[in-house]
């Protein structure tokens, strides 16, 4: 049975429809409580995402404004909060520090950050397209393919990257230059420690415990917004009075002036944006393609494991390609006005929900109220400390790790652990783009790997003709007719061992002379499959025996006919499933067994599953 939260797959443009139209006073009190408080979340988070990623301010505070407006507005989740997100903001800065390190090492100053820009506004362009053509082409259920364990492996990567980046700003220490990974960048920062900023670290500490300690008094406070208003008000503070401390006596008021602010690495330049159509360079395009398709997944896994996970307490019905279709517009938007890409956030998006949202007003209010706080007090963010805004990603690259997933992933079964573990460590090793590849393509591996094992089951044909459960004991007496059930995907990967067991029946068991296929079960067949059906029939006639087909379903059937084997095999030999006479299929196909094995009454046979040549005993439905 489909997902019940899971409806069709069509794109609308009116999808917010349902929620304007009977929208009351009472709604929007609740939307509107709820909105304020994850906005009072995504400011803080919106400028760390943008100083993690290596961009200005309002690359994520715009992201957080226009295109979440537009994403909000054309995602079916009613609950979703889109946004910048850590792993998102982790993996293009790996992405845009590569090309920086390589195309312009060495320019400096504004020139350097007008590159990085043009660099963001190509890569948001090409998110976008790829994501729009994937829901206009309904690919969202191929996300299904790739397991949660990648998900789960590459987020606790990402946040392990967040932690050691993070870490140069936290002790004041000046990270290194171009793309390295997380390996080698842990290696620089422990051979460095001693250079470490000791007002840096001060300011650090006491922001991670204010955070870890608000949150513990009570999770509702903002703490984020009260952490970094403090931290900015201490510094002004030692920066323009001398207090008779321990500390300041220890530490020359200069040193305070040494601690970084947003002003020195991160600017809001122009408050209003640049509606602007992105500049593209070709010749960067072969670098930014992979990094591009790496980020359209991640967001797409990121947003549809968020909606979903919501829509399961909700009720709600979601439409993966409309969310998806959602997300590129709003990376596109993203693009035009040189912000960063976006995706569901997790950690606001539950946030609304847990406050009581009812509708995607809640998302439009938060985009708002962020508007608002940017365009009133846009003067006090340059002075926040950047230890500060370091201090808040470390704990948001604790909260993404959900242990519970994690260990779950580890013990279900060996495929999710091994995947689990190849994408960590490829995070740590490779560069981040890279370790999702990996985590993707061994995912889809061990997943054909599974499909294309396909069961094939036979039974015994009891003295009413019908099918009934084998002896164990009785598995290799020899039998005139034998009925095998095939279940599973008949697509190439699964031809060979389809045809190759066949075979293996026909040739262990002589005496039999006809063989009956039950494909009731059997789906995806293609022209592998067919080929295989093909020579499987003229191997059986070359030595005087029969294939007969039965319980096709009408999408095999025209397959069958379209290949042109339904002439070779004779139509005589085929029967279709029939919904209103279930068994008369298997009651046609058994009398034409008869009538070619010349048998004058039905032959004892047993049940059994050949799977790979062996035989398992196995329950018969009714």
């Given at each position: 049975m489909p997902n019940a939260n899971?409806?069709?797959?069509?794109?609308?443009?009116?999808?917010?429809?349902?929620?304007?139209?009977?929208?009351?006073w009472v709604l929007f009190r609740q939307?509107?409580?709820?909105?304020?408080?994850?906005?009072?979340?995504?400011?803080?988070?919106?400028?760390?995402?943008?100083?993690?990623?290596?961009?200005?301010?309002?690359?994520?505070?715009?992201?957080?404004?226009?295109?979440?407006?537009?994403?909000?507005?054309?995602?079916?989740?009613?609950h979703l909060i889109v946004g910048p997100s850590n792993a998102i903001a982790?993996?293009?800065?790996?992405?845009?520090?590569?090309?920086?390190?390589?195309?312009?090492r060495d320019v400096t100053g504004v020139e350097r950050e007008v590159a990085s820009l043009q660099i963001l506004t190509q890569l948001a362009l090409l998110i976008g397209i790829m994501q729009i053509l994937a829901a206009g082409f309904k690919l969202g259920r191929l996300t299904q393919f790739v397991s949660h364990s990648v998900i789960v492996g590459y987020i606790a990567g990402?946040?392990?990257?967040?932690?050691?980046?993070?870490?140069?700003?936290?002790?004041g220490i000046e990270n290194m230059p171009g793309d390295h990974s997380i390996y080698e960048k842990f290696v620089y920062f422990a051979t460095h420690l001693k250079q470490g900023h000791l007002p840096t670290v001060i300011i650090g500490l006491g922001s991670l415990f204010l955070l870890l300690g608000l949150k513990r008094l009570n999770k509702k406070i903002p703490a984020p917004v009260i952490t970094i208003i403090l931290a900015a008000a201490v510094v002004h503070v030692l920066n323009y009075y001398t207090f008779n401390t321990v500390i300041t006596e220890q530490i020359e008021e200069s040193q305070w002036q040494n601690v970084l602010l947003v002003g020195d690495k991160g600017h809001l330049h122009e408050l209003l944006p640049n509606f602007s159509f992105p500049s593209f360079d070709m010749s960067l395009l072969n670098y930014l393609l992979p990094?591009?398709?790496?980020?359209?997944?991640?967001?797409?896994?990121?947003?549809?494991?968020?909606?979903?996970?919501?829509?399961?307490?909700?009720?709600?019905?979601l439409s993966v390609n409309q969310d998806i279709f959602g997300i590129g517009l709003g990376n596109l938007v993203s693009s035009f006005l040189t912000a960063m890409p976006v995706s569901g956030s997790p950690s606001r998006s539950s946030l609304s929900y847990s406050l009581g949202a009812q509708t995607r007003v809640a998302a439009l209010l938060n985009a708002i109220y962020v508007a608002v706080a940017l365009y009133s007090f846009s003067f006090l963010i340059t002075d926040i400390p950047l230890a500060a805004l370091a201090a808040l990603l470390l704990v948001t690259a604790g909260n993404i790790v959900q242990p519970r997933q994690f260990f779950l992933c580890l013990k279900a079964t060996n495929s999710d652990a091994f995947v689990l573990w190849a994408t960590l460590l490829s995070c740590v090793f490779l560069s981040l783009d890279t370790a999702l590849y990996i985590g993707v393509v061994l995912s889809i591996t061990l997943y054909l790997k599974k499909a294309a094992i396909p069961q094939?089951?036979?039974?015994?044909?009891?003295?009413?003709?019908?099918?009934?459960?084998l002896d164990y004991a009785r598995v290799h007496e020899h039998k005139t007719i034998r009925v095998?059930?095939?279940?599973?995907?008949?697509?190439?990967?699964?031809?060979?061992?389809?045809?190759?067991?066949?075979?293996?029946?026909a040739e262990d068991d002589t005496s039999t002379r006809v063989i009956i296929l039950q494909l009731k079960n059997a789906r995806d067949i293609d022209a592998t499959a067919c080929l295989a059906l093909q020579q499987l029939h003229d191997y059986l006639k070359?030595?005087?025996?029969?294939?007969?087909?039965?319980?096709?379903?009408?999408?095999i059937w025209d397959v069958l006919s379209d290949s042109g084997i339904v002439e070779q095999i004779c139509k005589e030999n085929l029967f279709i499933f029939n919904e209103d006479h279930p068994h008369l299929h298997m009651l046609k196909a058994l009398h034409r067994a008869r009538v070619l094995a010349d048998t004058p009454s039905v032959v004892e046979a047993e049940a059994e599953v050949v799977v790979l040549g062996q035989a398992l005993p196995v329950e018969v439905e009714g």
């Amino acid at each position: 049975m489909p997902n019940a939260n899971i409806q069709s797959d069509d794109i609308s443009l009116l999808t917010f429809k349902n929620d304007f139209s009977n929208y009351s006073w009472v709604l929007f009190r609740q939307d509107a409580i709820a909105a304020l408080s994850v906005a009072l979340l995504t400011i803080p988070q919106a400028m760390a995402y943008a100083l993690l990623a290596g961009l200005p301010l309002t690359a994520g505070l715009f992201a957080s404004i226009y295109s979440s407006i537009i994403a909000a507005l054309f995602c079916s989740s009613r609950h979703l909060i889109v946004g910048p997100s850590n792993a998102i903001a982790i993996l293009v800065q790996s992405g845009t520090a590569d090309i920086l390190y390589t195309y312009f090492r060495d320019v400096t100053g504004v020139e350097r950050e007008v590159a990085s820009l043009q660099i963001l506004t190509q890569l948001a362009l090409l998110i976008g397209i790829m994501q729009i053509l994937a829901a206009g082409f309904k690919l969202g259920r191929l996300t299904q393919f790739v397991s949660h364990s990648v998900i789960v492996g590459y987020i606790a990567g990402t946040a392990i990257a967040m932690v050691v980046n993070q870490l140069f700003t936290f002790i004041g220490i000046e990270n290194m230059p171009g793309d390295h990974s997380i390996y080698e960048k842990f290696v620089y920062f422990a051979t460095h420690l001693k250079q470490g900023h000791l007002p840096t670290v001060i300011i650090g500490l006491g922001s991670l415990f204010l955070l870890l300690g608000l949150k513990r008094l009570n999770k509702k406070i903002p703490a984020p917004v009260i952490t970094i208003i403090l931290a900015a008000a201490v510094v002004h503070v030692l920066n323009y009075y001398t207090f008779n401390t321990v500390i300041t006596e220890q530490i020359e008021e200069s040193q305070w002036q040494n601690v970084l602010l947003v002003g020195d690495k991160g600017h809001l330049h122009e408050l209003l944006p640049n509606f602007s159509f992105p500049s593209f360079d070709m010749s960067l395009l072969n670098y930014l393609l992979p990094v591009a398709f790496a980020v359209a997944l991640l967001s797409v896994m990121e947003t549809s494991s968020v909606a979903k996970s919501i829509a399961a307490s909700s009720g709600q019905r979601l439409s993966v390609n409309q969310d998806i279709f959602g997300i590129g517009l709003g990376n596109l938007v993203s693009s035009f006005l040189t912000a960063m890409p976006v995706s569901g956030s997790p950690s606001r998006s539950s946030l609304s929900y847990s406050l009581g949202a009812q509708t995607r007003v809640a998302a439009l209010l938060n985009a708002i109220y962020v508007a608002v706080a940017l365009y009133s007090f846009s003067f006090l963010i340059t002075d926040i400390p950047l230890a500060a805004l370091a201090a808040l990603l470390l704990v948001t690259a604790g909260n993404i790790v959900q242990p519970r997933q994690f260990f779950l992933c580890l013990k279900a079964t060996n495929s999710d652990a091994f995947v689990l573990w190849a994408t960590l460590l490829s995070c740590v090793f490779l560069s981040l783009d890279t370790a999702l590849y990996i985590g993707v393509v061994l995912s889809i591996t061990l997943y054909l790997k599974k499909a294309a094992i396909p069961q094939l089951v036979e039974y015994e044909i009891d003295d009413d003709g019908e099918l009934c459960n084998l002896d164990y004991a009785r598995v290799h007496e020899h039998k005139t007719i034998r009925v095998i059930k095939v279940e599973g995907e008949l697509f190439f990967g699964a031809a060979d061992i389809f045809q190759t067991t066949l075979k293996t029946i026909a040739e262990d068991d002589t005496s039999t002379r006809v063989i009956i296929l039950q494909l009731k079960n059997a789906r995806d067949i293609d022209a592998t499959a067919c080929l295989a059906l093909q020579q499987l029939h003229d191997y059986l006639k070359g030595s005087g025996r029969y294939l007969i087909a039965c319980g096709m379903t009408q999408q095999i059937w025209d397959v069958l006919s379209d290949s042109g084997i339904v002439e070779q095999i004779c139509k005589e030999n085929l029967f279709i499933f029939n919904e209103d006479h279930p068994h008369l299929h298997m009651l046609k196909a058994l009398h034409r067994a008869r009538v070619l094995a010349d048998t004058p009454s039905v032959v004892e046979a047993e049940a059994e599953v050949v799977v790979l040549g062996q035989a398992l005993p196995v329950e018969v439905e009714g």
